[in-house]
């Protein structure tokens, strides 16, 4: 079963990039790797999808190395608004219909 | 387009009661899925679902049951409610497997077993 490690929590301020790094040691040969954003009484927004080297969308970018057992989500000039947890996921290694969630990165910006 | 959306928002049971979440979407999509989210912790896949009439087993199904009668439609059942029940429930679905689909989620249904 693949499993993801991640910091438990990250302050930040407004206008900084920050960078969220998630371990993938046991990542699958077809996996992508997943992140999705989740607001207080909310269910969980998808962010972000990559399988290797670099991703950008109009919200974050996604770097993976080349060994894929770690990626960064980048999220450039955070606000106040990106005060959230940050899941990241991949494939659960036996199939590619079920990603499994870790507790995430509850991350805080303050002004 | 509503997206994904879940009933009831909220509801109380005492032990030993049933009662049935339906989560209902209109984007057409083929998976489904049940979540469950507790205190500080991630999402656990309750049950899910690839398309009409199919249901599969997540990592935490004791206790649950499912029914996909039609492809908008993913119903999450509770025959006899425990405290340890006391979640947050989410609905979710993708137009593919979801390693490489984007998932999206319902607001969520609140439920309370006294």
């Known amino acids: 079963l693949a499993k993801t490690t991640q910091p438990i929590s990250m302050d930040s301020y407004e206008g900084q990039e920050v960078n969220i790094t998630c371990s993938h040691n046991?990542?699958?040969?077809?996996?992508?790797i997943t992140w999705y954003q989740q607001f207080p009484s909310q269910g969980p927004r998808f962010i972000i999808q990559?399988?290797?080297t670099k991703v950008t969308n109009e919200v974050a970018s996604l770097f993976i190395p080349a060994d894929r057992k770690s990626s960064t989500l980048s999220l450039p000039r955070v606000s106040l608004s990106d005060t959230a947890v940050y899941y990241c996921l991949v494939g659960d290694g036996g199939g590619y219909n079920k990603l499994i969630f870790g507790a995430g990165t509850r991350l805080a910006v303050h002004p | 387009n509503a997206g994904v959306t879940q009933t009831p928002k909220f509801r109380v049971l005492k032990t030993g009661q049933s009662m049935t979440l339906l989560c209902a979407q209109d984007m057409n999509h083929e998976y489904m899925y049940w979540y469950r989210q507790d205190p500080g912790m991630g999402l656990r896949l309750i049950h899910y679902?690839?398309?009409?009439?199919?249901?599969a087993k997540g990592e935490v199904p004791d206790g649950y049951n499912v029914s996909r009668l039609k492809k908008q439609n993913f119903l999450l059942g509770l025959e006899s409610a425990a405290p340890s029940q006391t979640s947050v429930y989410f609905c979710a679905s993708s137009w593919g497997a979801a390693s490489y689909n984007e998932q999206f989620f319902g607001p969520g249904t609140r439920l309370t077993v006294l």
């Open positions: 046991n990542i699958a040969t077809n996996d992508y």
């Open positions: 990559g399988y290797k």
């Open positions: 679902s690839v398309g009409e009439g199919t249901t």
